[in-house]
């Protein structure tokens, strides 16, 4: 931009506007400052600024205004309550006649001044004024008459006369609230003095709440007011109703409660039909109504069915989700109510069912006693079992209704086998009944596993759960009998095997059938060892028959290889632990693993089962060596030095480049750190030489051979021999020698090292060099 000012007089022209556009910035500021608060300074030097102000002008009005009114409060009660008496019956006329008139006529001419908050503040003391001139006439003209029921006629009268005056006076926000909290207590009160009951209580509640809610529904600023006011009132009628229900002793006490549970139901629905967004009346109508109706139920019915019936009703109010005719807002809320009574009877019967599944663990406290768990205690959790039906029934109907949720599925799935499973035994049905039937559920718990596809993807993994713990449960209490267990160890494996071996479903379900049928056949040799009365540690070497049978057939097991194969690896470690008590056999069975992982490792995909075939191996000889008494640690190591070197020296014949130490290592330090821990605790001369030639053969190959492993292990074994042969010499030595001999010598060493210490460094380098050319 081009100006015919020179840059230093334009600069200078632009720094005075800048400061004039900052004096009328501050200037602005300051007015709408006073604007705002009151009067305040219209202009301040900009590097003077006023003292920081804590509180708004309006906060401290306010703070002004609520203290005189509360002033004026006091004043009036301490009149009221202490110099009332000391006045004649005209004099104390007059004076509440003029106080009260003045307070509450004197926000008239506060309006007009456009002062309200004032004007707040002196309605407030008139309102009060006007509560204590009704106990005023009570305490001089009534004084015989009935408090309670004063009091209902006062609440009346004055709501009534607050919300005129408020309607007088819009412009008092105070008054309409006021009036609409005093009418909550004209029919209550009203009752109370009757010397009602409870349940009459209840009704003058929850009529007290049907007027709020009738005012609410107008929309008015104080709408919420009233909402709220309906909402605790409400609330108060239904836990009237709940409570007297609960201690009804027969249907005929139960019914006042039930209607008025009933009334409150049928209060939340409209008001949830009227109002599109009130679902949550809606919802506590619904629960509402399962009280009204399971309550009638309740005295005629022990605490099972009770449940089950208040549950009936729930499922009706949330079969509401159905229906399309409903309002949303209606739909939405009791479809909540019925699932929010429903699923505290769910939980309340897992807990039962859970209670007899454990209770069947007992059998192991002495297996094979024939003690038949199936008594007739578990008959009173039948209604557990129905109501746990129903829910599934429920859930499983919510399918078509939430289209694309699996929840409702996999609930179905759950609770539907959690109702059957137990049945047998809630019902107390015979020991091979029993069976039986627990079998079947397991057993189609397990098939809609193998038939769950991607939809049913949830449904599917709830059954597969379901149908493990089947199977263990049963499996478990099956060993009350010698028959039972192998009856439903050999279904269960058939069945299990069937389901890998012809399912089509998913992947995940055939596995898991596969290792459940694994798992049944190693049940089942451990209960033939049993019957056959061997020894524990002679129900391995049959056990691993399973390992070995599903090494035989993995090529043929094909998706459900891997599983099976780790089933059947539990199995070996199994035979194992039941073998550790006994060496010998426990050696024999080492050794039949490793047989086993040896055939297994001919495959090319199994070639890692090799090292663990090794281990076995070297693990049976050792547990042989042990059991027949051998403390020589060369025993022990020499086979696996042997072992390995012979692995090793094969892979450098197929891979030249292969380093000596992955080659030779491992087999050299097998033998020689064990024998060189023993030669420092052998007094005899045997090993000590024994070790040395070897290591010394060791040394010298490495060398012939160029390879560093050999080398350096040797070279450090024979060392290690020859200090320790040396060993008793050097301390002869010291102990001879003068005590400031040793320290002498070490610092001459420090010295001479510390001379030649270029020349160390280079020798060192050459050494590693020489070192790292070696194979």
């Known amino acids: 931009m081009e100006t015919p000012l020179p840059p230093a007089e334009e600069l200078a022209l632009i720094d005075r506007e800048l400061a004039q556009l900052d004096a009328r910035r501050i200037y602005l500021l300051g007015r709408r400052q006073w604007l705002l608060s ?110 309670t029921a004063y009091a209902a006629g006062a609440a009346a009268v004055l709501a009534a006369a607050w919300a005129g005056y408020g309607r007088a006076l819009p412009g008092l926000r105070l ?62 009628a239904a836990l009237v109703g709940l409570s007297e229900s609960v201690i009804a002793t027969s249907a005929g006490h139960a019914l006042a409660p039930s209607a008025l549970l009933g009334a409150v139901a049928a209060l939340g629905v409209a008001v949830a039909w009227r109002i599109p967004g009130a679902w949550p009346a809606a919802t506590a109508g619904g629960l509402a109504a399962v009280a009204a109706l399971g309550g009638l139920a309740r005295p005629a019915l022990d605490t099972g069915w009770t449940v089950v019936a208040h549950l009936l009703v729930a499922l009706a109010v949330l079969g509401a989700v159905r229906a399309s005719a409903l309002p949303e807002a209606v739909r939405r809320g ?218 035989a057939l993995g090529p043929r097991l094909g998706a459900v290889r891997v599983p099976a194969e780790a089933s059947a690896a539990a199995a070996g470690g199994l035979a194992l632990a039941l073998a550790a008590t006994d060496a010998p056999v426990l050696a024999l069975v080492l050794a039949l693993a490793g047989v086993v992982c040896a055939g297994a490792a001919v495959r090319p995909e199994r070639r890692s089962a090799g090292w663990a075939a090794g281990v076995l191996f070297l693990a049976a000889t050792w547990v042989r060596l042990a059991a027949s008494g051998v403390g020589v640690p060369e025993a022990y190591s020499l086979p696996v030095t042997a072992a390995a070197l012979a692995v090793g020296f094969v892979r450098r014949r197929k891979d030249a480049a292969a380093s000596s130490w992955t080659a030779y290592g491992p087999g050299l330090a097998a033998t020689a750190l064990p024998s060189l821990l023993a030669v420092w605790g052998d007094p005899y001369w045997p090993r000590p030489l024994l070790l040395g030639l070897a290591a010394l053969a060791v040394t010298l190959e490495g060398a012939r051979r160029r390879l560093q492993a050999p080398l350096v292990l040797g070279g450090a074994t024979l060392a290690a021999v020859a200090v320790h042969e040396l060993t008793p010499y050097v301390v002869q030595v010291v102990d001879a020698l003068p005590r400031w001999l040793p320290p002498a010598l070490a610092g001459l060493l420090l010295l001479a090292v510390g001379a030649t210490y270029e020349k160390r460094l280079r020798d060192a380098r050459r050494m590693r060099e020489a070192l790292g050319r070696l194979g």
Do not use: H
């Open 38 to 147: 009151g009067p305040a300074p219209l202009w301040a030097p900009p590097g003077a600024p006023g003292p920081a102000k804590e509180a708004s002008a309006p906060s401290a009005q306010n703070v002004l205004l609520a203290l005189g009114a509360v002033l004026l409060a006091v004043a009036a009660l301490a009149f009221t309550l202490v110099s009332w008496g000391s006045m004649g019956i005209a004099g104390r006329s007059a004076v509440l006649a003029a106080v009260t008139g003045a307070a509450l006529g004197a926000p008239v001419l506060l309006l007009r001044r456009t002062l309200r908050s004032t004007a707040e503040a002196v309605a407030a003391v008139g309102l009060l004024l006007t509560v204590l001139d009704a106990y005023a006439l009570y305490a001089v003209g009534m004084p015989g008459a009935d408090g």
């Open 175 to 236: 008054p309409v609230p006021a009036a609409l909290l005093t009418a909550q207590l004209p029919i209550p009160l009203a009752v109370l003095a009757g010397a009602a009951g409870p349940v009459w209580v209840g009704w003058a509640l929850l009529a007290t709440a049907a007027l709020d809610a009738a005012l609410a529904a107008g929309g008015r600023a104080w709408a919420r007011l009233a909402w709220a006011a309906a909402a605790v009132l409400g609330s108060g």
């Open 334 to 551: 009791l479809a909540r109510a019925g699932a929010g009574a429903t699923v505290p009877v769910a939980v309340w019967a897992l807990a039962w069912v859970a209670t007899v599944l454990v209770a069947r663990l007992r059998v192991l406290e002495q297996v094979w006693a024939a003690t038949t768990p199936f008594a007739a205690p578990y008959r009173l959790g039948a209604a557990a079992s129905v109501a746990l039906l129903l829910t599934a029934a429920a859930a499983w109907s919510l399918v078509r209704v939430l289209p694309g949720r699996p929840e409702p599925g996999a609930a179905a799935v759950a609770l539907g086998w959690a109702g059957l499973f137990p049945a047998p035994l809630l019902l107390g049905a015979p020991a091979g009944a029993a069976f039986a039937a627990q079998l079947a559920v397991t057993v189609a718990a397990g098939a809609l596993a193998l038939r769950s596809g991607a939809a049913g993807r949830a449904a599917g993994i709830v059954a597969g759960a379901c149908a493990l713990l089947g199977a263990v449960s049963v499996s478990v209490a099956a060993l009350d009998g010698r028959l039972a267990t192998f009856a439903v160890l050999g279904s269960l494996g058939a069945a299990s095997a069937a389901g890998a071996a012809y399912g089509r479903g998913a992947a995940w379900a055939r596995s898991g059938a596969a290792a459940l049928a694994v798992a049944c056949a190693a049940g089942l040799l451990v209960a033939l060892g049993a019957v056959l009365g061997w020894p524990v540690a002679w129900w391995a070497p049959p056990l691993l028959a399973v390992p070995a049978a599903v090494a």
